[in-house]
């Protein structure tokens, strides 16, 4: 098994600059943030303009990774869950999904609301959301 | 910026053996996969057998890495989209995100239905479909 690296593709500059700054997910929050993408990536944008939900994906660089059970909601009066079956920024790739609202596109710069990522944290990928596949059947 | 370095979770097993065989995405087809978690993820799945809708985080090894803009859907008449601006397994970080259904959880394996991934692509993350944050607010 060859070695799984990810390159980040840019970053993300948000109002959040530490862990406890940050809200549990992106939709409880109406902040703006910024994605920077490196400008070799300038060519994977095209269409994207035409995109008003696009799944974030991050790289949570100051999540831990070898938790594997937490309180949902970091609540402590809720009974432990697996990591894999909540939504907990640590996991053992701290590979965060977040569906956030694009506002504006200018060249390599990608401004969208609703991201819960800390600033400077390392994006991985963009993927715009499609109801046919990102939903349940029922 | 130190290297980002994922670790698979576990494997999938699918009928899907070529790049050929699988379908463009997980909900074009019904057929069934195992997903087999390494034994020391288990206690990460604890819960996880209340969910129904899961999405699965795999890291297409058999895609292209450098290739930044696709047709949609691999339809040559459609105009070129950035990969980030369509689902193309083919990107900078070959991220597969899938909604999958939970079949069947039995200790470390995960049968589901509705994944596109070949048999033994790796596993990067699950986590359960939460609709208050996967889907648009409008």
Redesign the interface.
Same mark, same amino acid.
């Given at each position: 098994?060859?070695? &799984?690296?990810? %390159?980040?593709?840019g970053f993300v500059s948000s109002p959040f600059k530490e862990r406890g700054d940050a809200p549990r997910?992106?939709?409880l929050t109406d902040e703006i943030s910024l994605i920077t993408l490196k400008e070799e990536?300038l060519?994977? %944008?095209?269409? $994207?303009d035409? *995109?008003? =939900? &696009?799944?974030v994906?991050c790289?949570f =660089?100051r999540s831990e990774r070898d938790i594997?059970?937490t309180h949902p909601a970091g609540d402590d009066t809720k /009974?432990?869950?697996?990591?894999?079956? #909540?939504?907990s920024p640590h996991?053992? #790739?701290p &590979?965060a999904? %977040? $569906?956030a609202?694009v506002i504006r596109i200018e060249e390599n710069r990608i401004t969208v609301r609703g991201l819960e990522a800390l600033d400077g944290t /390392?994006v $991985?990928? &963009?993927?715009?959301?499609?109801? *046919?596949?990102? %939903? /349940? #059947?029922?």
């Amino acid at each position: 098994m060859p070695e &799984i690296l990810c %390159t980040p593709i840019g970053f993300v500059s948000s109002p959040f600059k530490e862990r406890g700054d940050a809200p549990r997910q992106g939709k409880l929050t109406d902040e703006i943030s910024l994605i920077t993408l490196k400008e070799e990536y300038l060519p994977a %944008t095209l269409g $994207l303009d035409e *995109e008003k =939900d &696009i799944f974030v994906l991050c790289w949570f =660089d100051r999540s831990e990774r070898d938790i594997l059970q937490t309180h949902p909601a970091g609540d402590d009066t809720k /009974p432990l869950k697996g990591v894999f079956a #909540n939504r907990s920024p640590h996991r053992p #790739n701290p &590979i965060a999904l %977040t $569906l956030a609202e694009v506002i504006r596109i200018e060249e390599n710069r990608i401004t969208v609301r609703g991201l819960e990522a800390l600033d400077g944290t /390392p994006v $991985l990928d &963009i993927k715009p959301f499609r109801a *046919e596949f990102d %939903t /349940p #059947n029922r």
